[in-house]
């Protein structure tokens, strides 16, 4: 058996092994023809041997794009799924708050009117009143988070001195907060700390400790919580605090 009719072998059990759906090899007496009929068969042979390794070679670019599509789409799934957590958690901690006014509606009422004297007070001007109890039932009764946004944005820059401007800062930091609008939550939550009387400080402290945390500053999130702790021991506010310490450990 020459040269030309051992490769025209090789190739033909070559094909065979290489896929199922294959042509049977040819018959032995074929194989006893002229070396010209050989020559044919088996550069047919190697064009059928190249486009089946090509279209194997295809498959597999195919199957890792696939593959590599998928992965992509794991990890989109995931990353939506870890903000959908994130955003829910922050809706339930606006609700909670808003839950409890509305259960302690009277005595937050009287609350929210003390200034930095701290005796108790109705704003000198009564436009500055309604418009601020307007802005605060777009939350406590309508539900308008939207809507209560552009309204203590609106009152702060009406009234920016007002005795309600702590809890306008406290308020749109909340509503920021639920956004996922860090940044100017921050802002609004900085702003209510610098009202050393307000009744709304510990809870921005706090908050501010939970923004630092969740952007990885975990030496800027401590000294908050520790800071909420030694100034409002003994409350709610300092409670969590040091339960948001202990995570941090």
Do not use: C
């Amino acid at each position: 058996m020459n040269s030309n009719m051992m490769r025209y072998v090789a190739l033909t059990l070559l094909i065979g092994a290489a896929t199922p759906v294959v042509a049977a090899p040819a018959p032995v007496s074929e194989l006893k023809g002229s070396s010209s009929s050989s020559e044919s068969s088996l550069q047919r042979l190697e064009r059928m041997f190249e486009a089946r390794s090509q279209m194997q070679l295809d498959m597999q670019r195919q199957l890792d794009e696939l593959s590599r599509e998928v992965g992509e789409l794991r990890g989109m799934v995931e990353r939506n799924s870890y903000d959908m957590k994130q955003m829910l958690e922050r809706q339930r901690e606006l609700y909670r708050e808003i839950d409890k006014l509305s259960r302690e509606q009277p005595a937050a009422a009287k609350a929210e009117k003390k200034d930095v004297s701290g005796g108790e007070t109705y704003a000198a001007s009564a436009d500055e009143n309604t418009a601020y109890e307007s802005a605060v039932n777009l939350i406590l009764k309508e539900k308008d988070y939207d809507g209560a946004v552009t309204a203590f944005n609106g009152f702060l820059s009406t009234y920016p001195d007002s005795v309600y401007a702590a809890n306008a800062h406290y308020w749109l930091g909340q509503l920021y907060f639920t956004q996922n609008k860090m940044a100017d939550a921050q802002t609004h939550f900085e702003a209510v700390a610098s009202f050393k009387d307000s009744n709304k400080r510990a809870d921005a402290l706090l908050k501010m400790g939970v923004l630092a945390e969740r952007g990885n500053k975990a030496d800027v999130a401590k000294k908050l919580y520790e800071q909420v702790v030694a100034e409002y021991p003994n409350t709610a506010t300092s409670q969590q605090a040091e339960k948001s310490l202990k995570n941090l450990k």
